[in-house]
């Protein structure tokens, strides 16, 4: 998904960029003073939107946490659910889970079983595009269930990471991209 550059460099202006989080020589792109602002949060909302507007979404999956803020209502203003993916023992009923791999270490997570039907046609939905790592074990979930990815989207996407390159074969959108 493509938005203008006038766009772009708006809302970006309203991501705080703090150097050395969480660790030197890590430069974090914090969106919580971008949600802050109605109007900012409103034009990435619309973004994320226009993206699947008349496509076959059945529902849109937010990955916990910050999937959870773009993700319901981008499935609200589709007409579809919302499914949220969880890390572990956060959902009650009979799980689907994955483990994948992180920078050092393993992690986890969980979607009900019955969240998915074989042939639903699913939005995976994130704040952030960087390894991939955790939007690749998402859509592994789906298709372990029998659901198709129709794309993922992203608010902001880290283009000097291997994301994007992860889940080659998939529809990737992405807001806001940093090549640096």
Do not use: C, W
């Amino acid at each position: 998904m493509a938005i203008d550059a006038t766009l772009e460099q708006e809302l970006k202006s309203l991501i705080r960029e703090v150097p050395d989080f969480p660790k030197p020589g890590i430069l974090f792109y914090d969106i919580t003073t971008l949600l802050k602002d109605a109007t900012g949060l409103r034009k990435v909302l619309n973004a994320l939107t226009a993206a699947y507007e008349g496509k076959p979404i059945d529902s849109v999956i937010g990955i916990e946490s910050r999937g959870f803020i773009f993700a319901p209502f981008l499935a609200a203003q589709l007409g579809v659910g919302f499914i949220p993916v969880r890390k572990p023992k956060k959902l009650p009923a009979e799980r689907a889970s994955i483990s994948y791999a992180l920078e050092y270490g393993t992690d986890m997570l969980e979607i009900h079983r019955d969240a998915v039907q074989p042939g639903h046609n699913v939005v995976i939905v994130d704040d952030l595009l960087a390894t991939g790592g955790t939007a690749k074990a998402v859509t592994e979930l789906v298709e372990l269930l029998g659901g198709k990815v129709v794309g993922l989207s992203f608010a902001v996407e880290l283009e000097f990471l291997p994301g994007r390159a992860k889940l080659a074969g998939y529809e990737v959108n992405s807001l806001l991209r940093y090549a640096s």
